[in-house]
């Protein structure tokens, strides 16, 4: 790890510039209790009246969890949480220190002692190479340097950050405004269709097949390297508006013998029906024999719905709202066939379908280049800030 430096810079350990605290113990004292999630923001601020002390200003890093290493600020005066500890710095300016372990954080995740509960690798930690620069006036000089250039970085991701969120806000808005007809209030003026043309029924009404495949293990069917045989598709596979097929699954044709209704068919709508991803809507739209498991319905529509507007709809709001409202948390969260085949779905005409369908596909893919650009730049940022950190620590800056 260590490399040539610049004159006056020298190597020496991480232990030979902080170390690890607890803090001061105090009783019968109000204090906030400052665990993680709340030094994220991601909890209200809760009081306790005994614990570890730490003063705001501190800077301490996780020694326990997924994250270990990671290097936080305390805001406020409070009592430590109980995954991370206070870093002591001595002999070395203190952002100068957080900056290098900002280095290294993939390197101590990567190599976490524990399983139940990951924890620091604090052999690894104390033992880092780590470049010291002769006088605080250069660490702080570089300091400054890092902060500058991080200035301008921290403007453009706060910006690309901010299209990314508004992803999801402005795709739901879209799928929203198109199923309660507001995208084409216009077409249907242009074209003589009067607003009361949309009908209500239900998912059995649209379909000639509601179903859902087996496991195969259940069936003593064996995966297969061969794939000449049957692709499996999994709630894995089905993501929102698309297949994602990276990680292809093969079993024996037999399966299609056992499990005849759930061979799929090209222009089959699945949906996601149990766990986390319940909701999650995708066409099959492959030349190729294909089966599926209990994870996956199979809504094979008649010719009164196109299977892009249906596809559309279920990964809608109102779609998820249903699935809210209708899913049985056992084991693993769940809706039932029943459950898709009485949900209710308002039906415009096929030409305003089409129009619909239209518009969401024009709509949504700008929305998604959006989000890739905002994606691509947010990268780049990243591997900025990693090359102007890697420079400064060989004193490049």
């Not at 509960?117 to 000089?141: S, W």
């Not at 699954?249 to 149990?274: P, T």
Request: hydrophobic share 40%; with cysteine; glycine share 6%.
């Amino acid at each position: 790890m260590e490399y040539k430096l610049p004159t006056g810079w020298k190597w020496c350990k991480q232990n030979e510039v902080c170390r690890l605290t607890d803090g001061e113990k105090k009783n019968d004292v109000s204090y906030p209790y400052l665990e993680v999630k709340y030094l994220r923001g991601k909890k209200e601020k809760e009081f306790v009246t005994s614990g570890k002390f730490i003063k705001a200003g501190t800077k301490v890093i996780l020694v326990d969890g997924e994250n270990s290493g990671e290097v936080f600020t305390v805001p406020e005066d409070g009592f430590m949480g109980s995954t991370f500890k206070a870093l002591s710095i001595q002999n070395v300016d203190e952002k100068y220190l957080q900056f290098f372990i900002q280095t290294k954080k993939d390197l101590y995740r990567n190599n976490k002692k524990g399983s139940a509960i990951p924890h620091l690798n604090k052999e690894l930690f104390f033992n880092m190479p780590f470049p010291l620069p002769p006088t605080l006036a250069e660490q702080q000089r570089i300091v400054n340097r890092i902060e500058t250039m991080f200035e301008k970085l921290d403007q453009a991701q706060e910006k690309a950050q901010a299209v990314l969120d508004s992803f999801e806000t402005c795709k739901a808005a879209i799928l929203h405004k198109a199923f309660i007809g507001e995208l084409t209030v216009n077409w249907r003026k242009e074209n003589g269709v009067p607003d009361d043309s949309w009908i209500s029924v239900n998912m059995g009404a649209l379909s000639e097949l509601i179903t859902k495949g087996a496991s195969p293990k259940w069936q003593g069917i064996q995966y297969t390297d061969d794939t000449s045989q049957t692709l499996f598709v999994t709630s894995e596979n089905v993501r929102e508006g698309y297949l994602d097929l990276e990680k292809e699954k093969y079993l024996d044709n037999k399966i299609n013998e056992i499990q005849k209704r759930s061979v799929l068919k090209k222009g089959d709508v699945l949906l996601n029906i149990v766990g986390a991803s319940i909701g999650r809507s995708a066409i099959y739209n492959l030349d190729k024999l294909a089966n599926t498991n209990q994870a996956v319905c199979i809504i094979r529509l008649n010719k009164t719905v196109l299977g892009d507007f249906i596809c559309y709809f279920l990964n809608s709001n109102i779609a998820r709202s249903y699935y809210d409202d209708n899913k049985v948390e056992t084991a693993r969260a769940n809706i039932s066939l029943a459950n898709v085949f009485d949900m209710i779905v308002a039906v415009p005409t096929l030409p305003e379908q089409q129009q619909i369908v239209r518009i969401l596909d024009t709509v949504l893919e700008k929305e998604f280049r959006a989000k890739e650009a905002a994606q691509t730049v947010l990268d780049q940022i990243a591997l900025l800030k990693k090359s102007i950190l890697a420079r400064a620590f060989r004193g490049k800056i």
